[in-house]
């Protein structure tokens, strides 16, 4: 599987974006899809995460109700819309394929990484 994520860019802070994890393989299909973060001096941290077919997500506290992640198994490609941004969720953002169906919070049972897209929140 290889993940290619787009869509960051800078924003105000209580501004949104959305950005997308594009997938090629089948794959992807039959894995949870996951999106992390890493900010500046920062280890990577979990920040979403949804089942292979949708049913289940799951978000860190510091931004459920602010974020949704989505995923669109027939175009092989998962997204994570970002509204109310504040400045800590400036980071580089990563998204992650985990071939178990259902996914986790832990980076390194994911399979797969994407190369990250830049998020920058401006206050």
């Known amino acids: 599987v290889q993940l290619q994520a787009s869509g960051g860019g800078s924003v105000q802070a209580g501004g949104s974006l959305s950005i997308s994890c594009a997938a090629s393989g089948r794959t992807f299909r039959s894995g949870a899809v996951g999106w992390f973060r890493q900010a500046p001096g920062k280890e990577r941290e979990f920040v979403a995460a949804i089942s292979w077919s949708g049913g289940n997500t799951d978000y860190a506290d510091s931004v459920k109700g602010r974020f949704t992640i989505a995923r669109d198994s027939a175009k092989n490609t998962a997204y994570l819309q970002m509204n109310s941004l504040k400045p800590e969720d400036t980071a580089v953002y990563y998204c992650?394929?985990?071939?178990?169906?259902?996914?986790?919070?832990?980076?390194?049972?994911?399979?797969?990484w994407g190369q990250g897209t830049q998020v920058t929140v401006s206050s």
């Open positions: 992650a394929v985990d071939l178990d169906l259902y996914g986790n919070r832990h980076a390194l049972e994911y399979d797969y």
